[in-house]
Structures are given as C-alpha cells and as structure tokens.
C-alpha cells in the first residue's frame, strides 16, 4: 500500500512571482518636508536674487563707482574696487542696524509686530479663498476703536490696556465684516469692496473724526488726537513692549485655528472648492463672513501696536503703509503662519536696516523698499527663479492663491 504524497509544482528556473494586474500600487511615502522644501528653497532663492539685484543698484548709484565707469575698459578695477566697497558697507549696516545689537534687534521685532498681525489677517482671508485688500482699512478704523478709548476712558492700568486693545480688534472686525457679508450675500468682489471701503476708512471717516472736538487735541489746531493714557500703553521690556509677543500669540492661535480647528478645516475647504463645500454641507457664506471678520479683527489687533506700543496719536497716517506691505508679507509667506511670522521679520529688518544704511553707508533708504519690491517679485514668479538657476521642479512645491479673482 503506497502513501499518496501532494504532487507540488516548482517554479520554472528564472521565474519571478508577479503582482496581480488589478493589485493596488504600494503607497509612496516622502520623507517629512518634502511637501514644502521646493516652497522654501524656491523663497530663498528669491530672497539671494533680490540681494544680487540689490547689490547692482548700490554700485550704480556710488558715485565713485559711477565715476569710474567712464574708463572702465582701462582700468576695471578701480570699477570693481569701488562698488565692493559700496556694497560691503550698506549690506553690513543693514545686517547691524537690523540684528547687529540687542537695542536693534528688538526695534526690528516692534516694526514687524504690526506687519505680523495684519499679515495674518490677510493669510488667514487667503485660505478661504478671498484676497483681503482692505487690511489698510481695517487699521485704520481699528486705531480709532483703540485710540478712542485709549485716551477718553478713565480706568485701572491693565484693564485699561485690554479694553483698548479689544475696542481696535472689535474696530478691524466690523470693517472687515462689511466686507465679508457683502461678499456672502449679494456676491460682491471682496477686491472691489475691501478698496473702497480703505478709501472710506482713510479720507473720509479718519479725516472727519480728526475734524471733531471729541478726537481733537485740546489747544491745538492740527488733525491729531491726544495720545493714549499711560495706562492704555502696552508693558515695556528695555526696547520692547509686550505688543510683540501679542503678536507671536496671534500667530499661535491663527495656526491652531487653520490646522486643528474645525472651522479651520471649513476654512480650507471653502479655499479649495466653494462649490464642492456647499455640496459637502458646508455654508460657504458662513466661512466667508467670518474670514473676514477674522481678518479685520487681526489688522485692528494690528493697530494696536503703534497706538498703545509706541503712543502714536491719531493722525491722517495714523496706519502708515501697514496694511499694504501686509499684503506683501502674506504672498512672501505663502498664505501660512509661520511663513507670515518669518516674512514679517524679514520687512521689518529690511525697514529698520534701510535707515541704518542711509545713515551710515549713505545708501538711500528707499532701496529697502526695493528690496522688498525685488523679493515679492521673485517669490510671486516661482518659474522665473527655477529657470534663472536652472533648478529641476521637484516635489509638490505651489504658491497659494486666492480663488477670489476668479468667482
């Protein structure tokens, strides 16, 4: 009797065992930061071009270098020796007028806190797909909401200061409101509606309030208010006032409300796809409207910083270029949170080196703004930058933008 064995097929010599036609593909893992490494590179190449481009304008306008010009094909390093030098001075004084001391680091973090809230009221209009153009607005009718009850109410330092700063973050909101629900209800472009309501806050509603005894500076003829009381002031730290981490807190909380929160979510979604959202369930009007509260509510956070930090009154360029360079700041630090931060330091030690470089080097002040202008022109053009370089497209790198323009 003979034990019946299992007969077992061996593979032929060389065969290999191949997947099934229909199996899914293994997932492709990237390691962490793949997704925004080309983002990163891509601004910091920005930033060396628009340093290079920089460095040109300063040889150009020495004198001694624009001098030696006429005979350069003779002697080209008198040309060369010059504009060195030119360069090596105002990019130094820039680096130590910025960052070179503690007393300039922190004038660096004062002139880039306002920057850094309102840049965040714009990132955080972005994600929802809206282009907040109103930040100017929006601060200046939050300095007269924080000027108001900074130097009219009479109350105990600290609750003086909170009120203050509430009644600029309440200001910013509603402005930025107005816009948010024209945008959800009737669908008016929120570019239209935020640069008209800027003309309203700036020549209309801040020039008549100056004109009235109730923000009038007492014994004086000029469109100024009083500064604000001692106990609306924001806390000093050697140089620094508490307004600076104010606006680390904001960045804080802006993040955790984009990532984690669930409006953030809606936010994001909305962002992406308004019309996907809708079918989702969500109330895209809803998102839009309290973006831009959100928004507005940042920028007045904003204006806190100058009124209440460094006792500025209300005056006609009570908000400066703020809201306009906040734009800027946002599109450097592609619509995110932490890039909003860094961009804001970045202006801020472009605005405060540009006086050190005018004062030291005698390089005009106006190339920082140059600078600044070069930076969002090279980071808004991504592709101009790869090819300039020569640098391969790699990763998922892409420059958010507002869906706005296009609904």
């Given amino acids: 009797m003979s034990d019946d064995k299992e007969s077992v097929v061996e593979p032929a010599p ?110 955080l209009a972005f994600r929802a797909g809206l282009f907040n153009i109103g930040a100017q607005g929006q601060l200046v009718v939050g300095s007269l909401f924080a000027g108001y009850v900074g130097f009219t109410w009479d109350l105990p330092p600290g609750i003086h200061l909170i009120a203050a700063i509430l009644a600029g973050m309440l200001g910013g909101a509603i402005w930025g409101g107005i816009a948010g629900v024209l945008k959800a209800r009737t669908g008016a472009h929120e570019v239209i509606t935020t640069i008209m309501l800027n003309y309203l806050a700036t020549s209309f509603l801040l020039n008549y309030l100056l004109s009235k005894d109730a923000f009038q500076r007492t014994g004086s003829d000029n469109a100024q208010s009083p500064p604000p009381a001692d106990s609306a002031r924001y806390l000093e730290i050697g140089n620094i006032h508490l307004g600076v981490f104010v606006a680390v807190a904001a960045a804080i909380v802006v993040w955790w409300l984009i990532e984690r929160s669930t409006f953030g979510f809606e936010l994001r979604a909305v962002g992406a796809n308004p019309a996907a959202s809708r079918t989702a369930g969500m109330s895209v009007e809803r998102v839009y409207t309290l973006a831009m509260v959100g928004a507005g509510l940042l920028a007045g956070l904003a204006a806190t910083m100058n009124l209440l930090g460094k006792g500025d009154s209300l005056s006609s360029g009570v908000a400066g270029t703020i809201g306009f360079d906040a734009i800027t700041v946002a599109l450097l630090g592609r619509a995110t949170p932490l890039g909003t931060v860094l961009a804001g330091l970045l202006f801020g030690a472009l605005s405060v080196g540009g006086t050190a470089m005018q004062a030291s080097a005698g390089t005009p002040k ?13 980071v808004a053009a991504p592709a101009l930058v790869r090819g300039i370089v020569r640098m391969r497209t790699v990763g998922g790198g892409s420059t958010v933008m507002a869906k706005g323009w296009g609904s």
């Fill in 366 to 378: 106006e190339l920082g703004d140059v600078l600044q202008a070069l930076i969002v022109l090279f």
């Fill in 14 to 123: 060389g065969s290999v065992d191949k997947p099934p036609l229909d199996a899914p593909e293994p997932e492709r893992t990237e390691p962490p930061g793949a997704a925004w490494l080309p983002d990163v590179i891509t601004t910091l190449l920005a930033i060396a071009l628009a340093m290079v481009v920089g460095a040109v304008l300063i040889a150009l306008s020495d004198e001694d270098a624009v001098q030696s010009l006429s005979y350069v094909f003779s002697y080209p390093a008198d040309f060369f020796s010059y504009a060195g030098e030119a360069i090596w001075e105002s990019y130094s004084s820039l680096v130590a007028g910025s960052v070179g001391s503690l007393g300039a680091i922190g004038t660096t973090l004062v002139r880039a806190a306002p920057l850094i809230c309102a840049g965040l009221g714009v990132t």
